[in-house]
């Protein structure tokens, strides 16, 4: 969600803000005291115990190599968001082992052009393994396409080349890193392959929200409007087809040109499972959307940084799920907060184009006052998926901080009462505790927006009807507690940061899991 510093007055309970404050004077008197521990724990990992070999810990045997990340980059000085010297797009989110994918890629003057594709994981610390080179290509410049009705910027490029994945490639994120002999510049392509055997974790990739904020190729993201609208409206629509410009909020990270968000929020812990030897599976938004079936694959399902963006096919799917017996980590912030039905390009392909039809739980006053909308949509509320929802104000910084220390998430984490883990909530979280049975509120605290108003923020856990747990982290920068990849930037967003690798939160992370049946 984009940032507003509308000093609109916060439509909370006055008992609401009376425990917001309380809240504040047990952290400070805490403090005072020398009660909190607010230092980040030693960064030496909390490792698993048991690791059972599976098709991870098979695939993290092979060399890894730090060559998957980009040397050089330049952006177009004009446009700020794009590197017309060298960029591309997939056609699809994600692809199978035998299916077809193909590359569109163009560049400023003609060119040869080589696609080197690497899969992201652990592979001994590196971040990466390097499959296969394709090319050199011949490229030529691409026209930037025509504003189509709603703002939508959705190219029609002249295919480079195609690609067949092999039956041997083993789920994960992969990019392709573009290379191209006219200079040293270069950017990414980036595709999710996903699989159809059983594991122990599914990990959603947040890409509809990737897409949302992609501005490229100048101001078109879902954020960009035509007046009288205003920037969160109900009207622009986006595009897949087309490439991920520079992510403009909250992190400086250039070198992740072309990756949409997953270098930046989503990266930490798909290293930080793989070095753990869970056998992940990873999957896009999509599949949650066209494939309910696929939850059955494994016991836990994550949701991880910022997954803003659902159509009502996935909540709907995930609600059964978690009925039917999955259990859950929201490992993330913002998440489920808009309605965004997927619909086919203007060439067929299907859930290829989306946009802000609804607000999950309807409009806050807030919300209304800071101009969201109009909306055609009113989804069910996100907090009786999540625990809790996006609230107003809905970003900011501040400390995580624990409220039962003795609960079962904090076994062998040696936390207190009111001891915070700093800079960890941020820049998106959730609030409004749903009134679901056997829910409890296990951290919270207050936010500082860059306006100067506050949020109370909660971190929440509630049983399943079938011996599962849904756990709501309500932050986007959960991940930056688990690990630290090569390449990685720290955010630094509302006057805070998160500091980097926790054993806090490797042992929260990792107790969730034991308690789904991961040991």
């Known amino acids: 969600m984009a940032d507003s510093n509308d000093p609109s007055v916060d439509p909370s309970s006055s008992s609401h803000l009376n425990r917001r404050n309380l809240l504040k004077s047990a952290a400070l ?211 897949f087809d087309r490439p991920y410009a520079w992510y403009p909020q909250v992190v400086d990270q250039p070198l992740s040109l072309g990756s949409g968000e997953f270098l930046l929020w989503e990266f930490p812990l798909a290293f930080w499972l793989e070095q753990q030897g869970y056998d992940v599976t990873y999957r896009s938004n999509v599949d949650l959307h066209t494939d309910p079936a696929g939850l059955k694959r494994a016991p836990v399902f994550l949701s991880v940084g910022h997954d803003e963006y659902y159509s009502l096919e996935m909540y709907q799917n995930l609600k059964q799920a978690i009925d039917d017996g999955l259990n859950v980590a929201f490992l993330s912030g913002n998440t489920c907060c808009f309605v965004a039905p997927l619909s086919a390009s203007t060439h067929g392909q299907p859930n290829r184009i989306f946009y802000r039809a609804g607000r999950y739980g309807g409009l806050s006053e807030a919300e209304q006052k800071n101009g969201f909308g109009p909306f055609d949509v009113e989804g069910p509320n996100e907090n009786l998926l999540i625990g809790a929802r996006t609230i107003d104000p809905f970003n900011g910084s501040g400390d995580w901080i624990c409220t039962q220390p003795e609960h079962w998430l904090f076994q062998e984490t040696q936390m207190q009462q009111g001891e915070g883990i700093p800079g960890l909530v941020g820049w998106e979280f959730h609030g409004d505790p749903a009134a679901i049975p056997g829910l409890e509120v296990i951290a919270e605290g207050v936010s500082t927006n860059a306006g100067g108003r506050d949020a109370h923020w909660t971190s929440t856990i509630y049983p399943g ?55």
Not at 506 to 513: A, E, K, M, P
Request: charged share 20%.
């Open 29 to 239: 008197g805490l403090c005072l005291s020398g009660l909190t521990r607010t230092g980040a724990r030693s960064a030496e990992p909390v490792l698993r115990q048991s690791k059972a070999q599976n098709k991870i810990t098979e695939e993290n045997r092979h060399q890894g190599t730090l060559d998957w990340q980009l040397t050089y980059v330049r952006t177009d000085r004009a446009e700020n968001r794009r590197s017309k010297l060298i960029e591309g797009y997939c056609s699809k989110q994600r692809v199978q082992a035998g299916e077809t994918i193909d590359f569109f890629i163009s560049a400023n003057e003609p060119t040869e052009v080589v696609i080197d594709l690497y899969r992201l994981g652990y592979y001994q610390g590196t971040g990466g393994r390097w499959r296969t080179q394709l090319g050199p290509f011949p490229v030529t410049p691409q026209l930037d396409p025509e504003i189509g009705s709603n703002r939508l910027r959705e190219c029609s490029w002249e295919k480079t080349t195609s690609f067949t994945i092999p039956e041997d490639w083993v789920s994960g994120v992969y990019v392709g890193k573009l290379s191209c002999t006219a200079h040293r510049y270069q950017s990414y392509v980036i595709f999710i392959v996903r699989d159809d055997r059983d594991a122990e974790v599914i990990m959603q990739c947040s890409d509809n929200t990737w897409q949302a904020y992609n501005k490229w190729p100048h101001e078109f993201s879902l954020y960009n409007s035509d007046p009288p609208n205003q920037s969160l409206n109900g009207t622009t629509r986006v595009s």
């Open 465 to 519: 009807p079938q011996g599962n747990w849904v756990f709501n982290a309500s932050t986007i920068y959960w991940s930056m507690g688990l690990s630290r990849p090569p390449g990685f930037t720290l955010p630094y967003s509302h006057f805070g940061r998160p500091l980097g690798p926790d054993q806090r939160v490797q042992q929260i992370t990792t107790n969730f899991l034991k308690r789904c049946g991961l040991g």
